[in-house]
């Protein structure tokens, strides 16, 4: 019989499409690359907030930090910063409470209602524009702040929006430098941009730079033996229509060839569902951080240069069990 590769190739994929067998391949490869995608994601997506406050801050606009070990030369405010219980109307919620005087908050938030700093009140409680949303509250009404079995009232002035804990953390704003309230003191400081790039930006994108790497590495070796067993388990499912196929003529080079080939082509489909997962997900997380005040400006989307190499050794390390799995057709017929 003369052996026709097509054939034997639209043979195989109709094998190969069954439910049993794509499940395994799914599990065999999107995780991985899901896993890894995300991971390249996250770091295009830190490095890109990393470099736009860069860039704010040489357009003037400044970065906001809260520390308890300023820099040399660097003007601080001193705050304190704590975790209270806070209980109004049916809810009670642990959320951060940030002390600052009415100059920085007016710097470094945006607040309304804006007549509302015009009272000359020593103590203006502003909660994050998040807990309008979820919870309903709004300038006017009263919360509980308790610490312990200790609870004081107060009234809400202002809601705001800000970046990082300014954007989660219920600001109390005074006028009073006498006020103490709870807490561990903290600094609250603007730093410049040489500062930025020598203490965050270069460590973090070497850092993770590295990380990636190594990651890259032993993810990929780590599921080499799940891609044996899995390739096992196809084979098993699979082993009447080999058979058929060896018993119409078929020899052993050509069905290895055709294996190989659909299951290549199958891999590279899978591949490219778990970048578009992977996306979706780093989307979805980054959506879900807004809810929380988390503000990411970023929107990334995979990096062909950084995936390229990982897909390829994954799909390398792919193709070569399942050459090792299918190539014992010959042992064991002998």
């Not at 308890?68 to 209980?87: G, Q, R």
């Not at 945006?110 to 007549?115: A, G, L, V």
């Not at 850092?207 to 388990?233: D, H, N, R």
């Not at 891999?267 to 959506?287: K, N």
Request: aromatic share 10%; charged share 20%; with cysteine.
């Amino acid at each position: 019989m003369v052996e026709s590769l097509r054939v034997v190739l639209y043979t195989l994929f109709l094998v190969f499409i069954r439910k049993k067998v794509l499940g395994i391949l799914f599990i065999i490869l999107t995780v991985p690359v899901a896993i890894e995608a995300s991971y390249t994601l996250v770091t295009n997506t830190l490095v890109e907030e990393t470099i736009y406050m860069y860039k704010s801050i040489e357009r003037g606009k400044g970065l906001l930090i809260i520390t308890n070990t300023p820099e040399e030369n660097t003007n601080c405010t001193d705050t304190h910063l704590y975790y209270s219980k806070i209980v109004f109307k049916n809810n009670t919620i642990t959320a951060p409470i940030i002390t600052m005087n009415k100059e920085t908050y007016i710097e470094f938030t945006k607040y309304w209602p804006r007549k509302a700093l015009e009272n000359n009140k020593t103590i203006y409680v502003s909660i994050p524009s998040i807990y309008k949303v979820i919870y309903g509250l709004k300038p006017g009404e009263k919360i509980h702040i308790c610490q312990g079995n200790t609870c004081r009232v107060e009234t809400i002035d202002l809601i705001h929006i800000g970046k990082g804990a300014l954007g989660s953390s219920i600001i109390i704003v005074t006028t009073n430098k006498s006020i103490n309230y709870m807490g561990k003191e903290y600094c609250i400081a603007k730093i410049g941009n040489n500062l930025l790039e020598e203490k965050i930006a270069n460590p973090l994108i070497k850092s993770l730079s590295g990380i990636q790497a190594e990651t890259t590495i032993l993810l990929t070796l780590a599921y080499f033996p799940i891609m044996l067993l899995g390739f096992k388990k196809i084979k098993k499912y699979t082993s009447r229509e080999y058979n058929i196929l060896y018993e119409l003529g078929v020899s052993e080079k050509t069905l290895r060839t055709g294996i190989v080939s659909i299951l290549a082509v199958l891999g590279i489909i899978i591949c490219l569902y778990g970048v578009f997962l992977a996306t979706l997900l780093t989307h979805l997380s980054l959506w879900i951080l807004r809810l929380y005040g988390i503000i990411i400006v970023s929107r990334p989307l995979p990096d062909p240069i950084s995936l390229f190499p990982y897909i390829a050794l994954l799909l390398s390390l792919y193709c070569v069990a399942a050459i090792i799995v299918f190539t014992r057709r010959e042992d064991e017929r002998t």
